[in-house]
């Protein structure tokens, strides 16, 4: 049986964040000192002792998830667990599925990771934007209200694809709400604002693209040695030039999860696993394709019960 790994992205942190994994593995602190060394504070803090409010601003975030997501997947191949055949990243997770898969060294995504989230946070102002969950409405018929609803001064576009029927819009805040209520009254099931400050994913996010690709373009980025599935296409790049091309406009394109899972059955996976803190994309997997088996590793009970039963299973892939 084959495997697939998937990285989480930025809202999978959590206050104390694998603390029992770093008390048996050594490898986790090492990736938290590497990615401190580069940002010039202590990450493994604030993974720690920092609040939930400090650990939700964009910039501390995704260092911090993506950190996280390397120390895990650091953790699975020092076990010697079995090998995914493809991988994918949620997001931000997208940088940790490349570094992962060897195409971006770790010190050079972990600046790539900060500059974007500075970027990000830098390219609406505060109280202007943010995002929103539409759940329980078709997909297409949520796309065309945004699209009816989305002007210049009130952008509202559907960005993230995460099951069926549950999809993540962002834009201005008050097209957000009154795109909420309009979906409410069209049929979903739950319309409401979430906890973010910044329209990821969103047009609004132009700025940030063009800096960002300027970076991209200076960076080592190599051919992955592990298929990666980019959250633009839905599809593994047919060459590095399509991947550097998808990642440089990664944060104004949508996140086509649901069509990223569905798109591993052509490697013939029948389990995922999520590597990294939290467990959004497991439950997100069972949501998209009831057939496929999923794992969390965000702790060390759940992380050694899936290496033991995958293994177990006779799921190691030899290429």
Known sequence: ???AAVFPGQGSQSPGMLADLAARYSVVGQTFDEASAVLGYDLWDIAQNGTDEQQRETAI????????????????????YPQPVVMAGHSLGEYAALTAAE?????????????????????????IGGMAAVIGMDDDKLVELCKANSSAEGVVEAVNFNSPGQ???SGHLTALEKLCELARNEGARKAMMLPVSVPNH???????EDELAVKIDASEIQQPVIPVIQNASASVPPDLTALVDSLKKHVVSPVRWTSTVQRMSEFDVEAIVEIGPGKVLTGLTRRIDKSLTAYATENLVLLEK????????GEAHVE
């Open 1 to 3: 049986m084959k495997i």
């Open 61 to 80: 975030t995704q260092p911090l998830v993506f950190a996280g997501d390397l120390a895990v997947w650091r953790v699975w191949l020092e076990l010697g």
């Open 103 to 127: 195409s971006i060294p770790i010190e050079r995504a972990i600046e790539l990771v900060q500059t974007r989230a500075q970027l990000m946070s830098a390219a609406v102002p505060t109280g």
């Open 167 to 169: 999809v993540v819009i």
């Open 202 to 208: 969103s047009s609004l996010m132009q700025a940030a």
């Open 306 to 313: 899936a290496g033991a039963a995958l293994i177990k299973s």
